[in-house]
């Protein structure tokens, strides 16, 4: 365990040293440190005298990226510019390595204007196709590193439709890999689970498949997040059998990193050591940026698993400024996330609530951004153009074979017109129906969001109303009195604040999972507590599976516990409040709020206590069980949950 510490410790160093001198890695001499495959390449270059020859094996050098570091990576694109013809396919070639260069060096929007300016004067024809696919691949790349996974989900249709054209099977598999790689980004576990598998059960061609480990290491990663471990590292391993085939570097180092994170799971950190040393020094060779502050946060979280909060805190910062600087948003939310996670174990309450605000802000930015609801609409085009294509090739076919079969043909495009019609009017019937029930929906939630408004603001704004017109109209009251009025109409005004900041919050957005459900309230209740530091506040959490829920259902729950959050502060007389929140794999959750208060006696006075009754009445509409158990004397424990 001591020669793990230590390795970690040379980790922690090594990622300082990458933050010091990111932009002055130095030039590699070209035959050091490199891969068999390379070091075959560089010999061939250095033994050839034609221009061309040269050209063709510098591309060859430059398609392996993957394995170079950035200085040589521009040595090689520079002496390619110098070397093709403008305009030919493989000028496109060498500027579209320019770009990946850029992207990997986090010069974004250096790198999309390249590419934009590329597919406006490439030449169209058959010469082109190939490097017109890499170029719209580059930029597919660059956007997800950018952040910005709704154009990439955009552009990686196009992709997928040009290279189901071209049947061009790599870059087939190579659009199924970015879509799986995008959702991901997004959080879309199960969704980029189902694109890769697309990508995976495409061909039977095995070489093909070697050439597209990403998919294997991408899926693992999937996997792995939502803790179904066996099926993680049956793919991370296949994964790292792929890449060493191929000697790719980075694609070996993302694999170990991933595997080394299953590892700490499982709390073997001796395998994790092996892996995350192995990785260490490709990843120094390569110095891509958004790798970097991906093992940065990893670093992090591994830090406080073993309670070493200082060093996590500091290296999370310091790739949180990494990311910053180089205009890296993708990776902020996973940096934040084991900043976060630092915090917590260092009972640093102040700062992780923050963090948590921080969260929550970036993945409402980042929601805004890619749309959930956008993004299924393109995926819906894709399909409805795919099936139009197939239903004019099918149609193209049809026409050439009535040439010899014109009497057949007749008949059969009656029938084709005639079956057009019924499915055409079966269609429209459909949609009529669709947006009726579309309407009814609207309307239902519409008169949901009046009585959540009703119930909750304008019942306080009637409260705040009448305490005013109290005191206007009362001349005779103290200045003490009048002054206890005044700040139970700012205390009911701050109340109606947040109720309505947290009414917009929920019916904002499409669908709200358990996490940043459970991290409103974790804020929620840091707040309420911020006037009664004298109760402790216990959080216990064990999420396994992710859980989403309708704006609508997401509110109900966190007025219960809004409710139930309440009552323990202002009336249980409680010394400590603890939330509990927890799912597992079979999509049951529950949310537990319990305190060591006074309680009260249910069979008395539940009856009455409109608050608990209004808290069941919500658990109802939300289809969930509310159970409330209280000892007088000893607390009370109120459970909300879904089997």
């Not at 950035?70 to 390619?80: A, D, E, P, R």
């Not at 073993?306 to 060093?311: G, L, P």
């Not at 956008?374 to 139009?388: F, G, N």
């Not at 911020?530 to 007025?559: A, M, T, V, W």
């Amino acid at each position: 365990m001591a020669a793990f510490y230590r390795t970690i410790n040379i980790f922690y160093k090594h990622c300082n040293l990458l933050f010091i001198g990111l932009c002055f890695i130095s030039i590699c001499d070209s035959l050091k440190a490199q891969t068999p495959k390379l070091d075959s390449l560089f010999s061939q270059l250095n033994q050839q005298h034609s221009s061309q020859k040269k050209l063709e094996i510098i591309l060859n050098i430059c398609a392996k990226n993957y394995s170079l570091s950035n200085s040589n990576l521009l040595k090689y694109i520079q002496l390619g510019e110098n070397l093709s013809p403008p305009g030919s396919p493989e000028y496109f070639r060498v500027k579209t390595m320019r770009s990946i260069y850029l992207s990997r060096a986090a010069h974004f929007d250096e790198s999309l204007h390249l590419l934009d300016s590329l597919l406006k004067i490439i030449p169209e024809g058959k010469k082109y196709t190939d490097v017109r696919l890499r170029i719209i691949n580059s930029k597919i790349t660059t956007l997800i590193r950018k952040g910005n996974s709704k154009e990439a989900i955009e552009n990686t249709f196009l992709l997928l439709q040009e290279a189901e054209k071209g049947r061009d099977t790599l870059r087939v598999l190579s659009a199924y890999a970015v879509m799986g790689w995008a959702n991901m980004e997004l959080g879309n576990f199960n969704d980029a689970i189902r694109w890769i598998n697309k990508g995976i059960n495409y061909t039977t061609d095995t070489n093909k498949l070697y050439e597209a480990s990403f998919l294997f290491s991408n899926i693992a990663s999937c996997y792995n997040n939502i803790e179904k471990d066996d099926s993680a590292f049956y793919y991370i391993n296949l994964a790292l059998k792929c890449t060493r085939k191929d000697e790719n570097l980075t694609g070996i180092a993302n694999a170990l990193n991933i595997r080394a994170d299953m590892y700490m799971k499982q709390k073997n950190f001796a395998a994790a050591e092996h892996d995350m040393k192995e990785a260490l020094q490709m990843r120094e060779h390569i110095g891509d940026v958004m790798f970097v502050v991906s093992d940065m946060a990893q670093l992090s979280s591994f830090y406080a698993s073993i309670n070493e909060t200082e060093k996590g805190i500091d290296i999370a910062q310091k790739g949180i400024a990494i990311a910053k600087e180089k205009k890296n948003f993708s990776k902020l939310i996973f940096l934040y996330s084991a900043l976060a996670e630092n915090y917590q174990i260092a009972n640093k309450k102040d700062e992780y609530a923050n963090t948590l605000l921080t969260i929550i802000n970036l993945k409402d930015t980042l929601y805004q951004q890619n749309s959930e609801r956008a993004i299924a609409d393109m995926e819906a085009k894709y399909e409805v153009a795919k099936k139009e294509k197939i239903i004019i090739q099918q149609n193209l076919s049809l026409t050439k074979r009535n040439y010899l079969l014109f009497g057949s043909l007749t008949f059969f495009v009656m029938i084709v017109i005639f079956t057009f019609l019924v499915f055409n009017q079966y269609q429209q019937k459909q949609k009529s129906m669709a947006m009726v029930a579309i309407s009814e929906a609207k309307e239902d939630e519409r008169k949901r969001i009046a009585a959540e408004l009703h119930d909750n603001i304008g019942t306080q704004l009637s409260f705040i109303s009448r305490k005013i017109e109290f005191v206007k109209s009362s001349n005779n009251n103290s200045v003490v009195e009048k002054a206890d009025y005044l700040d139970e109409i700012h205390n009911s005004a701050r109340k109606t604040i947040s109720d309505l900041r947290e009414t917009i919050w929920a019916l904002k957005k499409e669908k709200i999972n358990l996490r940043d459900l459970t991290d409103r309230l974790k804020v929620f209740t840091q707040q309420q507590l911020g006037d009664h530091p004298e109760i402790e506040l216990i959080i216990s959490e064990n999420i396994e599976s992710e859980i989403s829920f309708s704006s609508i259902d997401s509110l109900n729950i966190f007025r219960i516990c809004q409710e139930a959050i309440n009552n323990v502060i202002f009336h249980s007389n409680a010394a400590q409040i603890h939330l509990s929140f927890s799912s597992d794999k079979n999509h049951s959750w529950k949310i537990i709020v319990a305190d060591n208060g006074k309680g009260f006696d249910t069979n008395q006075q539940f009856e009455n206590h409109f608050g608990l009754e209004n808290m069941q009445q919500r658990a109802s509409q939300v289809k969930a069980k509310i159970a409330i158990a209280s000892v007088p004397n000893k607390g009370t424990t109120i459970s909300l949950y879904k089997s």
